[in-house]
């Protein structure tokens, strides 16, 4: 069972499109973490939500933690091919331990 | 936050024998993890590495395959030992750091088996 659902996969896009991907589960999170990972590299932190119901923004991208922390979502507006790459969500249980990820979405916006 | 690095970055190694991957961070962090992300895949938990104590591996993974070390604040290694194809992977290391409990990862190690 996977405990972090995210969806959907992959996603192709054109450029100037906007999307949304999701991140669910029926477990609470102290914290939930977005990554974008670029072949041949390691992911790297794109933003860290802690409090339920929580909004952040990052230039074009907006994510929203649930307010009962089981859920997030990635919000993209007017997409570019620099946005294209795989984006992870992880939560963790408890501050400091290891992260569970979902599955990735594969995004990929061409021009 | 939290630079990291790994060595070696990729190899390409003969199955049965043994690889160990370096994690090094370029500051003292209690928590550090690692990571296997096979093909196409998410990344699955290998095990915990906190300095001064034994490493806690997740189900499915063993000592035994997966020995580790953690002498110090700042490093930790990571060996594949007897390796399969099954274990060609990319392997992270991963450090938690700052203030809000945020983790950091290396650039990974790719690894084929053939």
């Known amino acids: 069972t996977q405990l972090l659902e995210q969806s959907p996969q992959f996603l192709s896009i054109q450029e100037g499109e906007n999307l949304t991907v999701y991140c669910n589960s029926s477990?609470?999170?102290?914290?939930l973490q977005w990554y974008r990972q670029e072949p041949g590299e390691g992911p790297v932190l794109l933003v860290t939500?802690?409090?339920?119901?929580e909004v952040k923004k990052l230039k074009r991208l907006t994510f929203q933690f649930g307010d009962a922390r089981k859920d997030s979502s990635l919000h993209i507006t007017a997409a570019q091919p620099g946005d294209t790459g795989l984006y992870l969500c992880?939560?963790?249980?408890?501050?400091?331990?290891?992260?569970?990820f979902g599955k990735g979405t594969t995004l990929s916006v061409s021009s | 936050s939290a630079v990291i690095s790994q060595k070696p970055s990729r190899d390409i190694c003969q199955r049965g024998t043994s690889l160990t991957i370096q994690c090094q961070v370029d500051?003292?962090?209690?928590?550090m993890f690692w990571y296997r992300q096979q093909p196409g895949q998410s990344l699955t938990l290998i095990a915990t590495?906190?300095?001064?104590?034994?490493?806690?591996?997740e189900s499915g993974f063993v000592i035994d395959k997966f020995p580790i070390s953690r002498p110090n604040l700042t490093f930790s290694t990571l060996t594949v030992s007897n390796m399969s194809p099954e274990d060609s992977s990319i392997y992270l290391c991963?450090?938690?750091?700052?203030?809000?409990?945020?983790?950091?990862f290396g650039p990974g190690t790719r690894l084929t088996v053939t």
């Open positions: 991963s450090v938690v750091a700052g203030a809000t409990y945020e983790q950091y």
């Open positions: 477990s609470v999170f102290s914290s």
């Open positions: 939500v802690v409090t339920g119901g």
């Open positions: 992880a939560g963790e249980r408890q501050a400091g331990t290891a992260l569970i």
């Open positions: 500051s003292q962090v209690t928590m």
């Open positions: 590495a906190n300095q001064g104590s034994e490493a806690t591996y």
